[in-house]
DNA sequence: ATAGGCTGTAAGCTGTTGCTTACGTTAGCG
DNA sequence: CGCTAACGTAAGCAACAGCTTACAGCCTAT
């Protein structure tokens, strides 16, 4: 588990720009202001957001010069959506069960 | 696509609160106050979240005489399971043809 | 009909979120 | 050394989320 912890990834993945900027910085890094740029709000407020996405864990950030370069942890979004399954996979696992069950019970009495 | 969007399904999803509740009713029904019963705030708090989630579309509520019967609606958070893996399947995608690409590379120019 | 559970809902409060404007800071360049 | 570009950060504000207390609406049983 690499994210910090789940509620922070959640609520940071719960706004729809970041998971826009997320998917911006998915495949290369980019600089906060080439971020910046793919959105009407002012640069701060993207800024504000890459801070609650690096403190969730899901962005990393690296320096160039008086550049800063942001890419996409993407082990961590693995995290959560492993986690997000696995909390949701003994639901399934109880249907499975009840199915058999009824299965059963259909065989023992015809 | 069951939930009616994305983003409450998210929102909804962030709070730790509701995703206990969901868990809850993932594989039987239960009714409002026995649904409270397992946590330690009101009453009424606890219908709050209930209705947030049925707005989100992840819940959905039958009548037994004077309760409110709760159960998950597990192909909604299906639904939010699969959007967040397409979501952020297309830089598996990308990173699956950079590998591909360095592998052409060397075999080109051992 | 009326009494009593079981519940949603309104009102009010507090903490948080997301935005903007203004300012501080660091790197690179002349 | 200044100067500029690229940033983060503080301050302030409107909106919202989540909680509690109080109240109103059904349904059932008597």
New interface residues.
């Given amino acids: 588990m690499i994210i910090s912890d ?2 922070s990834a ?2 940071a ?2 706004d ?1 720009t970041r ?1 826009r900027i997320l ?1 911006l910085v ?2 290369q890094p980019l600089s906060a202001g080439e971020i910046a740029n793919h959105f009407q709000t002012t640069r701060p407020a993207v800024s504000q957001h890459l801070g609650v996405l690096r403190e969730a864990g899901l962005l990393s950030e690296s320096r160039d010069g008086s550049r800063r370069l942001y890419q ?1 942890e ?1 082990m961590a ?2 995290d ?2 492993n986690h ?2 696995s ?2 996979s ?3 696992q ?2 499975k069960r009840q199915a058999e069950r009824k299965e059963r019970h259909r065989h023992a009495k015809p």
Avoid: G, K, M
Wanted: no cysteine; hydrophobic share 55%.
């Fill in positions: 789940v509620d959640f609520r993945l719960a729809p998971r998917q998915a495949n996409a993407s979004v693995d959560v959506i997000l399954q909390f949701w003994p639901r399934l109880e249907l």
